[in-house]
Structures are given as structure tokens and as C-alpha cells.
């Protein structure tokens, strides 16, 4: 069988929260996430932030996370700007412009969104014959691994507050962001600098779930509707609950992002000690390294993987993503076997 480096979600959940679901299982609760364990899980969440004020849900996954929360935001004349890299205009089926809002993608730089780029779409959208930007779109770690810094953050934060713009964070991968290299932001900071973020659990050791942070007073009124409206509201929500206030409460959410993050690092770095050209040195989760045609196909057959990107006719760029139950014995094994097929490549074989 492959083993497979396609994404973070192959796995099921980590033990610890395994064990919580199943020491719970027979308790009954009420549902839709008004239970004991949800709200324990939001008060572990605003103590987390420092934000006592914010409105804490709990949907099940990024993409219908990412429509609730804009759907809700925005009036039905109402845009949404991201890059062109970002989830919701690469990979979500056109979600967000099925709700009735138009996506609004900007050139980003190392994946990130940047103030110019974001004047130069206000500048063009001037009335009432357009759409109305409304809200930035970004996410951390972004689509290509890179992380936001916090003064990258509290620019696009100052710039939201001269133009009445919202802001909202991906956190899919949030945790793999906060735990990288270099990373000088904090949960506080999120709060502080976001109108509405969220928490992602399915990548990061749940088996599934994201929890949603509004810290603008603005967007809190009546979003349990749209959660309902939108197909999000869980019957069982205690699952989530129990899930995250696993997570969160013992520290056991950043040492999962921090493995996921060392394995891809150890990958990273073998790539490069092969001669690998890399599309950009990622500190998360997510490696993209340059293999031929050829050494592409070889690797597939022991390994999954992602085709990212065309580079030329002979090499393209190939996405490897490492998770929090990864172990270490893969990596070196993955990477033994690319070394092999480079060597046979180079003799001919």
C-alpha cells in the first residue's frame, strides 16, 4: 500500500481525542452544539485568545466554514477579495459564488494578500455598476505553506479600518502557522487583529471540525440561522465540542502542528540536499519540490503525492504534505526512494 503524503487529513484523529469521543460516547447531551462539552470548548477558546466578548461556533469543515462565515457577512451586492492562490476561489467548487457573492482575486506575493493589491481593486470598484468590496479573504499558513507575520496583519488591519472592510482568517492550517519557524503571532493577536477567524481541527488532529472566532460585534447577530440555513448546524455538535476542548486545553493542538511541521521540514531539507529546486522554502506543513516527468512517475508508484504546478516539458512542481501522525521512518524512506530513482535516471536505467 502507498503511503501517502497527498494531504493532513488521512489519517483519523489523534489518540487523545479518539479516547475523549469514546469515554463520552454514552453520555447524553442536547444537540446543536449547546451541550456542556461545546461551551466548555468556547470558554477554552476565549480564555485561549484573551477575548472573553467573542462568539465561539463549531461547524465541520473548511469549506462550508468559509461559506457560512462570508454568506453571513455580506449583503446580497457584497464582495469578497482574496488572492489568486486562495482556497475559496482555487478549490471550493465555486461555493461562495453559488451564495451569491462574486470573489474578487489579486496577484499575491508568496501567497499572501497585500494592501496594494487590495487598493488597486478599490480604486477600479467605485459604484454602484459593481460590486462592493467588503471583505479580505486570507489564510494562515496560506495555500503554498508561507505564514503572515504580525506586521503584514496589522497593516491589512489599519487598511480595513480606513475602508470599512472585514477581515477573515482561514485557519484551516492555523496551527501548523502558529508553530512554525519565525511565527510571531499569537491566538491573541488573531483576536485582536481579525474581525472573524477559525480554528481548524481537521487538519490538525481531529477528525473533523473548525472552530469559528467573531470578534466583530457586527457580524455576531443571528449567525446560528445561517449556520442552520446552510446545512452546518451538527445534530451530534457535542463531537465538536469534545474534540476541541481536547485539542486546546493541555497543549496538545500546537504538538501536533509542531510535528506536522518538523516532518516537513526534515522532507524539505532532504529534497533540497537532492538537487530538488523547490517552488519556495515553506516553515509549515506543505513542501513543493521539482521533479522531472519521469522521477514523478517512479515515486508514485511507492508514494502519493500532488502535482502542483507546470514548470517546463520535462519538470513540474509536486506538492508533499505531512501531517501531525507522519512519522519519521516515511519521510527517510521517501526519501531514499528519490534518491534511488535519481541515481537509476542518471545511469540510464
Known amino acids: 500500500m502507498k503511503y501517502s ?18 469515554e463520552s460516547n454514552a453520555v447524553q447531551t442536547c444537540g446543536y452544539g449547546l451541550d456542556g462539552y461545546c461551551e466548555e ?20 469543515g473548511g469549506t462550508q466554514t468559509n461559506l457560512t462565515v462570508i454568506a453571513a457577512a455580506l449583503r446580497p451586492y457584497e464582495a469578497v477579495i482574496a488572492v489568486d492562490s486562495g ?8 461555493a461562495i ?24 481593486v478599490l480604486d477600479v470598484h467605485i459604484d454602484e455598476h459593481m460590486v462592493k468590496p467588503k471583505m479580505l479573504y486570507i489564510s494562515n499558513a496560506t495555500e503554498i505553506g508561507t505564514i503572515y507575520k504580525k506586521a503584514e496583519l496589522q497593516a491589512l488591519r489599519q487598511f480595513c479600518d480606513q475602508n470599512d472592510l472585514y477581515l477573515f482568517l482561514d485557519g484551516a492550517r492555523l496551527g501548523c502557522a502558529l508553530n512554525a519557524e519565525g511565527n510571531d503571532l499569537c491566538f491573541a493577536d488573531l483576536a485582536a ?3 472573524v477567524f477559525y480554528i481548524g481541527g481537521t487538519k490538525n488532529g481531529a477528525l473533523f471540525g473548525e472552530a469559528v472566532v467573531i470578534v466583530n ?8 440561522y ?11 455538535g457535542r463531537l465538536l465540542g469534545v474534540q476541541f476542548l481536547i485539542l486546546l486545553k493541555d497543549g496538545l493542538y500546537a504538538e501536533l502542528a509542531k510535528h506536522a511541521n518538523e516532518t516537513a521540514q526534515h522532507l524539505q531539507k532532504g529534497m533540497k540536499e537532492l538537487g530538488c529546486q523547490l517552488l519556495l522554502e515553506s516553515p509549515t506543513n506543505q513542501v513543493f519540490a521539482a521533479l522531472s516527468h519521469e522521477e514523478a512517475k517512479r515515486l508514485s508508484q511507492s508514494y502519493t503525492f500532488n502535482h502542483w504546478e507546470k514548470i517546463d516539458a520535462c519538470c513540474d512542481y509536486y506538492r508533499f504534505v505531512t501531517s501531525w501522525a507522519t512519522p519519521i521512518e ?11 530513482i535519481k541515481e537509476e535516471i542518471a545511469c540510464g536505467l
Open 97 to 120: 459564488e453559488a451564495c451569491g457573492h462574486k470573489v474578487i482575486a489579486v496577484k499575491g506575493n508568496d501567497g499572501k494578500l497585500e494592501v496594494e493589491a487590495v487598493k488597486s
Open 226 to 236: 445561517m449556520i442552520k440555513q446552510r446545512g452546518g448546524m451538527l445534530a451530534k
Open 330 to 340: 516515511a519521510v527517510d524512506g521517501l526519501l531514499e526512494e528519490l534518491k534511488r
Open 5 to 22: 503524503f497527498a494531504n493532513d487529513y488521512s489519517e483519523g484523529c489523534a489518540a487523545k481525542v479518539l479516547d475523549a469521543l469514546i
Open 41 to 60: 470548548a468556547r470558554k477554552t477558546i476565549q480564555k485561549l485568545i484573551k477575548c472573553e466578548e467573542a462568539d465561539v461556533h463549531f461547524l465541520v
Open 87 to 94: 482556497h475559496i476561489h482555487v478549490h471550493e467548487t465555486g
Open 217 to 224: 460585534e457586527a457580524l455576531k447577530a443571528d449567525f446560528r
Open 193 to 195: 487583529l481579525c474581525d
